[in-house]
């Protein structure tokens, strides 16, 4: 397991998301609000580029025609076959235990603290005043 | 807990060789069309757009779940719908997915259900032409299909006996909500052309004839339209066989586009068993149904059926005959299939090789 | 297991002793056995405009069709198929003893289009079927055929047959005005599932529409195949609409639908559940699922050339043996001899299909075992 830096905090305002790459994977940085959600780019149905769907909510019903509309935006929607997928969890919003995208645990931290500690920063310079997005691996 | 997991074969272990018989190009602007198009149809076109037996005179009557029915990652960055840019599908699918022969389906004004039969047989000249011009001699791979307003016979035949010796063209295209069943006789000189120019008949799902989707009425909900087209070419293929189209000819092939796999053995068995009790009605029709079907039909595999199991998926291939697949992905459409994933199943490396590339190579012979 | 040999040949029929038979079809012999349950209105109509001359045998059903009346049991005198109740004791209820057999009656009341006239015969087809069958043999039970385009009559009609626990079905045809999932039929399934009575969606259709999306078929057997397709739709319909959600003990029970459609059905419809379920999220399980919690099938005909292992390989599919009931499907001739259905079905299986899964659909079945005696 190792940290690492993909992203500043400033490069994903709300509602937004980031593809980087770690270690030859693509993942995709989501913001959901100010929480930041990690998961890969690959639909686990038939491989679509995951991250590229649509952003949306949870959409329920308590009967026929009773539309129950939640936690907007922290579903990802596949560009494919439109499988839906909790960016909280990864699972599927169909099969949730048995059809999930992998999801990363995702840390904000400050330079300074990650100057302290160890740490792979691939792509940044990190500098102590900022905020950055660490994604373990 | 289990999760399914994809891992992407890697590239040397395998090299993908597909031909693909379902990729809809689009026009960036329907001026496209214009070189092709008399003056007088572009300017009724302008005025009147298209006269349908539906309500809605740009749109389909049910909204889909994605904007053009399209994969939202097909979207040009230049503009301009999904399937209008050759670079795109290029990098997007013909490259990475191995595309070595893709066949082009045009959908744009349906033509064939359009109400007036002059401007429908009018569009069916141009996107003809259409298609050659901004895609088969732009890029090889590619190969274009003769598309017809049926309703028009005469029009049909004529525009079938003009294509049929270009070999840019392999097949001929009908989508399969007529004005009345496919197998009825109004049709027949079209398959008569067809046998006559060497052209397999392809009918790929759509159309609108004002019929409601279902024997019982209207459709609420696009969950239930995007299921009826199975039911739609159950329908085209109980046609075929009963009028006595495959009997009168014997050469004639047909491919049921997009319609699904999972109804056919269930058809064929249902035919064979009333037509056994109700043959009195049909004489013409000598033999059991199955066996024209088996002879004459073929399918292609998307949008692929996702069983419970392997088992389930290889028994399926078994009852309808793996010579009779051929492999499509619909692409740029939402429901497109992977050629890497959309079988989910233990298929020997032989197998996949039939149902991705030799079965359609030797159906539209290729070589 | 019984009858060993009493009756010669009977050996194969007595297999299905003690079984359910889930689809028999009692013949209205001509609209004059309707006219005393009518009111003066409409028996006065019934002689001004001779409607009691009208033969309104369906179209789904032509009467000498080789698939309406299986030839050895054909009537003398060219009497309907199924209009006899003598006929059918000797053909079905003494031959093969079912212990039930519920009557799904198939006439033209339910498809006239005014909603009056519809609701005037059809409560007076009910009635007949009360008086001259149900009172007169103990082993019949019945579906209430009711005027499906107006839901308004059709609950009069439900209510005016609640008490009468014989009648353990609602029966409405695969093809109608509209696709049965859509709200305004609800009150129908209300009333139904309120009173433990089954929606039975029989082959059939009132023509108010091409059989087929694709237009009007030129032969009979087109239309007949076509009946399997409709099915298919109607439960992607019920689905759809959520009936299921708002009435979740509400059972529907698919009558000769053909059977093998099934497992391309789940395939298809599952998986396409999966991507615009967000259009209709009061669906919240695989339609395998509903089916296999809401919907059961009668077994003639089976579509398919091994009858016993299709029923299995479906039961496979579609992860459950409770979704299949027998039936004869009489007069329509599904099968021959005394076979209705061929091998391959393993003895557990088959009295599932025989008996208790139709006791667990039709829970009315068990309350009118209290009846005793019939009042002819
Ligand atoms: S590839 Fe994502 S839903 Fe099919």
New interface residues.
């Given amino acids: 397991m190792a940290r690492h830096v993909v992203a500043t905090v400033d490069q994903i305002p709300p509602g937004q998301r980031l593809l980087v790459q770690v270690n030859g994977r693509e993942i995709g940085i989501f913001n959901v609000e100010g929480e930041y959600f990690a998961v890969a780019n690959r639909c686990p149905h038939e491989g679509a580029s995951l991250c590229k769907g649509r952003i949306v909510g949870l959409v329920e019903a308590t009967g026929p025609g009773d539309y129950q509309y939640s936690r907007r935006g922290e579903l990802l929607r596949c560009p494919w076959h439109g499988w839906e997928f909790d960016l909280r969890t990864g699972r599927s919003w169909c099969e949730p235990d048995r059809t999930r995208v992998r999801s990363y645990e995702l840390k904000v931290e400050s330079g300074g603290a990650l100057i302290e500690g160890e740490l792979r920063a691939e792509t940044f310079q990190v500098t102590i005043d900022k905020q950055y997005v660490v994604l373990e691996i | 807990m289990s999760t399914i997991e994809l891992e992407r074969p890697r590239a040397s272990s395998y090299k993908l060789r597909v031909i693909d018989c379902d990729i809809h190009p689009a026009m960036t602007s329907w001026t496209e069309v214009h070189p092709y198009l008399e003056a007088r149809w572009i300017e009724h076109l302008s005025v009147y757009g298209s006269h349908l037996r539906h309500a809605f005179s740009e749109a389909l009557s049910h909204p889909r779940m994605s904007p053009d029915a399209a994969r939202i990652d097909a979207y040009p960055e230049e503009g301009g719908p999904p399937g209008s840019s050759l670079e795109l599908m290029r990098k997007q699918h013909l490259d990475p997915n191995g595309i070595e022969v893709g066949m082009l389906i045009p959908l744009r004004w349906n033509p064939g259900s359009q109400r007036n039969l002059d401007l429908g047989a009018a569009l069916t000249r141009a996107m003809n032409t259409w298609q050659v011009e901004r895609w088969v001699k732009q890029e090889p791979r590619l190969r274009a299909s003769v598309l017809v307003a049926q309703e028009d016979t005469v029009a049909s035949v004529a525009e079938i006996d003009a294509r049929g010796g270009d070999p840019n063209f392999t097949q001929i295209l009908i989508l399969p909500k007529t004005d009345e069943p496919l197998g009825r006789r109004r049709y027949w000189p079209i398959y008569e052309a067809a046998v006559r120019n060497n052209l397999p008949i392809t009918i790929h799902v759509g159309g609108t004839n004002g019929h409601p989707s279902t024997g019982g009425g209207w459709t609420s909900y696009y969950m239930e339209e995007h299921h009826s087209v199975a039911q739609t070419m159950q329908a085209v293929v109980a046609s075929l066989v009963f009028e006595g189209v495959l009997e009168r000819f014997p050469q004639l092939r047909v491919v049921i586009m997009e319609g699904g796999l999972g109804w056919v053995p269930s058809l064929n068995a249902r035919m064979d068993k009333h037509w056994a009790r109700l043959r009195s009605e049909v004489p013409h029709v000598r033999k059991p149904p199955s066996e024209y079907v088996r002879e004459q039909v073929w399918f292609s595999t998307q949008p692929m059926e996702e069983p419970a199991t392997s088992a389930e998926l290889i028994d399926l291939f078994d009852r309808i005959g793996w010579d009779r697949l051929l492999f499509s992905t619909d692409y740029p459409h939402w429901d497109f299939d992977d050629p890497r994933y959309a079988f989910r199943a233990n298929l020997t490396q032989a197998q996949r090789e039939q149902l991705l590339y030799e079965n359609a190579r030797k159906f539209y012979r290729l070589d | 297991m019984e009858g060993n040999g009493l009756v010669a040949g009977l050996d194969q029929a007595r297999t299905y002793a003690g079984a359910i038979d889930c689809d028999l079809h009692p013949a209205v012999p001509g609209m004059g056995v309707l006219l005393p349950y009518l009111n003066d209105y409409w028996r006065e109509m019934a002689s001004v405009r001779a409607l009691d001359r009208l033969n309104l045998s369906l179209t789904s059903y032509p009467q000498n069709?080789?698939?309406s009346c299986r030839p050895d049991w054909l009537l003398p005198d060219g009497a309907k198929a199924g209009s006899s109740l003598e006929a059918m004791k000797d053909h079905v209820l003494d031959r093969f003893r079912p212990r039930y057999g519920i009557l799904n009656c198939l006439y033209g009341a339910q498809v006239l289009h005014s909603e009056d006239m519809a609701a005037a015969f059809c409560r007076a087809t009910n009635d007949w079927i009360r008086d001259h069958w149900l009172n007169h043999d103990l082993r019949l039970r019945a579906s209430i055929v009711i005027p499906s385009h107006s839901a308004e009559l059709a609950v009069a009609e439900i209510d005016r047959r609640a008490e009468d626990v014989r009648f353990v079905q609602v029966l409405m045809l695969?093809?109608?005005?509209?696709?049965?999932?859509?709200?305004h039929l609800w009150p129908v399934y209300e009333r139904a599932e309120r009173l433990g009575l089954a929606i039975g969606i029989h082959a059939g259709?009132a023509y108010?529409?091409?059989?087929?999306?694709?237009?009007?078929?030129?032969?009979?057997?087109?239309d007949?195949?076509?009946q399997?397709?409709?099915f298919?739709?109607?439960l992607?319909?019920l689905i759809?609409?959520?009936?299921f959600?708002?009435f979740p003990r509400l059972k529907v029970v698919a009558i000769e639908s053909?059977l093998?459609?099934l497992?391309?059905?789940i395939?298809?419809?599952?998986?396409?559940?999966?991507?615009?379920?967000?259009?209709?999220?009061?669906?919240?399980r695989?339609p395998s699922e509903i089916i296999r919690n809401h919907v059961r099938f009668t077994v003639q005909?089976v579509?398919?050339?091994d009858e016993g292992e299709?029923i299995m390989r479906l039961a496979d599919?579609i992860?459950s043996d409770e979704l299949f009931l027998f039936s004869t499907d009489y007069p329509h001739?599904q099968f021959d001899g005394d076979a209705v259905l061929s091998g391959g079905l393993s003895d557990a299986f088959f009295r599932k299909i025989a008996s208790e899964n139709a006791l667990a659909t039709y829970s009315r079945l068990a309350r009118a075992g209290r009846i005793v005696e019939a009042v002819p």
């Fill in positions: 069709s080789p698939l695969a093809s109608g005005e509209t696709t049965l999932g859509r709200r259709s108010r529409y091409a059989p087929t999306a694709v237009g009007w078929p030129s032969y009979y057997v087109e007949y195949v076509a399997s397709a409709a298919e739709s109607q992607q319909s759809s609409e959520g009936v959600a708002k053909g093998t459609w497992s391309g059905f395939w298809r419809a599952d998986k396409t559940w999966k991507g615009v379920r967000a259009e209709v999220p009061w669906v919240t695989t005909p579509d398919a050339a299709a599919h992860k001739w």
